[in-house]
Each structure stands twice: as C-alpha cells, then as structure tokens.
C-alpha cells in the first residue's frame, strides 16, 4: 500500500524560504507513471493546488499553480524515494497545511497526512 | 486563477438525495473530462470520491455519483447516512497559459 509522509519546519518566518519533503514508501518515484504534487489548505479554508511534478515517465516535467510559480520549486531526490517542495518569500498568507499526493490525470489517489506550516516572527 | 464555484454549505436528512454544484469555464470544468470530486473530514486528509467526471475508485459507495452538463459539475449522494457529513471539494483539470489543478470552495453537507 502506497505512502506519503511529509516532513520539515513547522514554523518558518516571513520572507524565508519554506521547504517540506515527502516521502514515499510502498511504490518507487521513478519507476511508475505518476506525477507527484504538493496541494495546501489555510486554516478553515478550502484546497489549493500548488504544482506537481512528473516521473521520469513524463520525464520529470513540472507544472505549477500559475499565481505561485515565480516563488515555487518542486524536485525529486529518487534516490531516496522522496520529492520535495521550496516556496520563497513567504507571508502569513503561505501558513496552510501542506499535503503531498500521488497524482494522475489531474486526480490525487493518495494522500499524506499533512504537515501544517506556520509563517510567523 | 479564481476557485471554481461551489455552493458554500448543503444538507439532506438521512435517506435523502442531495447534488452539489461545481461551475466553472471552457477552460476547466467545461473543457475536460478530469474533473474529480473529495471528501474531507474535520483534521482529516481528503479522501478521492470520483475521478474523471463520474468514477468511482474501489471501495467508494455507489451512492456517490457524479456528472458534468457544459460549465457545470454535479456530485450527488442518495441514501444520505450519517457518515457522509463531510466538506466536499471538487476539482479540474484546467489550461491557461499551461496547465494546473484548479480547486473549488468547497461545500459543508450536514445530515440533518
């Protein structure tokens, strides 16, 4: 049964740069035709996407939610079966729960449990 | 970017039939067929309900359907339970300049 576990800071301070893994367990990154995608949502409010990433299937192509992409980057280590999210510049408006999925024509199957990041001096 | 439009709150008392609306564009929801609907429980992640306009994943009651008519998505859950008291999000491909995963607002069902 495929997994995903986010990890990283959970309190980052405005205009530094938030950084968050994922890491897969129960399917290998590189071998499978999937994308895989980072997807937030601030307290009490709904679900945003934030970009994903392709297999090596697709040749590691890279989409982006179009408002974010000048700050965003998302990679993947397939050594160690994990992908990972940067986002630059952050403000109060970035303090969300982060959630990283397995992604398929513009479906996420699998979630992780979610990891919430707070932006704050 | 703006969030596809759900109605922010529904309700249907145990049995009922209830639809929830997700209107977008010719750019998303109108344009493609992967429109997916998720259902999300308080402190929960959420969970895949239907992909694809009207498939269910495995293991998804088959009281969970869902449709598209032009700009317009419809989830509809008949035979209400008490369990189905959820936030719903759907969600679509969509292409502007490139493509992305556009979300909707969401939408609180209560049992009543």
């Known amino acids: 049964q495929l997994q995903l576990q986010e990890s990283g800071p959970g309190l980052v301070k405005p205009s530094e740069t938030l950084s968050l893994t994922c890491s897969v367990s129960g399917g290998s990154i590189s071998s499978s035709s999937y994308y895989w995608a980072w997807i937030r949502q601030p307290p009490g409010k709904g679900l945003e996407w934030i970009g994903s990433i392709g297999s090596m299937y697709y040749s590691g192509k890279i989409y982006y939610r179009p408002s974010l992409k000048s700050r965003v980057t998302i990679s993947v280590d397939t050594s160690k079966n994990q992908f990972s999210l940067k986002l630059t510049s952050v403000t109060a408006a970035d303090t969300a729960v982060y959630y990283c999925?397995?992604?398929?024509?513009?479906?996420?199957?699998?979630w992780g449990q979610g990891t919430l990041v707070t932006v704050s001096s | 970017q703006s969030a596809l439009t759900q109605p922010p709150s529904a309700s249907g008392s145990p049995g009922q039939s209830v639809t929830i609306s997700c209107t977008g564009t010719s750019s998303d929801v109108g344009g493609y067929k992967y429109v997916s609907w998720y259902q999300q429980h308080p402190g929960k992640a959420p969970k895949l309900m239907i992909y694809?306009?009207?498939k269910r994943p495995s293991g998804v009651p088959d009281r969970f359907s869902g449709s598209k008519s032009g700009n317009t998505a419809s989830l509809t859950v008949s035979g209400l339970q008490a369990e189905d008291e959820a936030d719903y999000y759907c969600?679509?491909?969509?292409?502007?300049?490139?493509?992305?995963?556009?979300f909707g607002g969401g939408t609180k069902l209560t049992v009543l």
């Open positions: 969600s679509s491909h969509a292409v502007t300049i490139s493509a992305y995963v556009i």
């Open positions: 694809e306009v009207s």
């Open positions: 999925t397995r992604e398929e024509e513009s479906r996420s199957s699998y």
